[in-house]
């Protein structure tokens, strides 16, 4: 069946989506928290302990995402949601803080565990997109990206549309991520409650994939994304 013809379709994406554009994944060989002393400062406890190392990484990270481009699958997103007929409703829920999905095009996305686009500072809450240059100041304290640290929560606002998506999908995609991962893996278990169509596209599947979903690819999203996403 076409992926066009469903009419509550939600999608979640991971740091595969992002690889063919040049930025490392998270988690697994070669990925970023592979590093143990890049993963300890993404603990939220960093910014008491090390602020300056831990903001400066991940003001590092923003600069290399300035870098690059939105990829194939990002842009075979973006025009899928441009296709779709009025009336129907769909979201991109990424795990990314990348801002790919929006330079890409795509209008209706959660940024689950928030962007490194936006800073804010912690004392006077003041949210915004620093220009480039040093790291950013405010309230005579380093500002902290908006994005979620391990031991943090997830912004109500993310959440509370997640599940509204969720509540009536038809259609659940997941895209070079496993899922299966809590939170997130609350999302196909959903999904299947309303008897949806689960698909997932991932390079690497495992028996809980499997059994979570009821369609696996094995492959690149660049590869699979526009094939599934195309249209006719």
């Given at each position: ?133 040093d790291l ?53 278990r959903r ?42």
């Amino acid at each position: 069946m076409d992926l066009g013809s469903y009419r509550n379709i939600v999608l979640l994406t991971g740091a595969g989506i992002s690889q063919a554009a040049g930025l490392p994944t998270y988690r697994g060989k070669g990925g970023l928290w592979s590093d143990p002393e890049l993963a300890a400062l993404v603990y939220v406890e960093a910014l008491a302990t090390r602020r300056r190392e831990s903001c400066g990484m991940l003001w590092d990270f923003r600069r290399s995402i300035a870098g690059v481009e939105p990829t194939v699958a990002h842009q075979a997103l973006a025009a899928f949601e441009d296709r779709l007929p009025a009336g129907a409703n769909f979201l991109i829920i990424t795990q990314n803080i990348d801002g790919l999905h929006q330079r890409a095009g795509s209008r209706q996305v959660v940024e689950y565990h928030g962007t490194l686009q936006r800073w804010h500072c912690e004392r006077c809450r003041v949210e915004l997109e620093p220009p480039d240059g040093d790291l950013p100041v405010h309230c005579e304290e380093l500002m902290r990206p908006s994005v979620v640290l391990f031991g943090e929560l997830i912004p109500p606002t993310a959440e509370l549309a997640a599940r509204r998506a969720l509540r009536h999908c038809d259609l659940f995609v997941a895209i070079g991520t496993s899922g299966t991962v809590w939170p997130a893996a609350n999302f196909v278990r959903r999904a299947q409650l309303n008897g949806a169509r689960r698909v997932l596209i991932n390079l690497e599947l495992d028996d809980e994939a499997h059994d979570a979903y009821g369609e696996c690819h094995t492959g690149t999203a660049d590869e699979l994304v526009p094939k599934l996403f195309g249209g006719s």
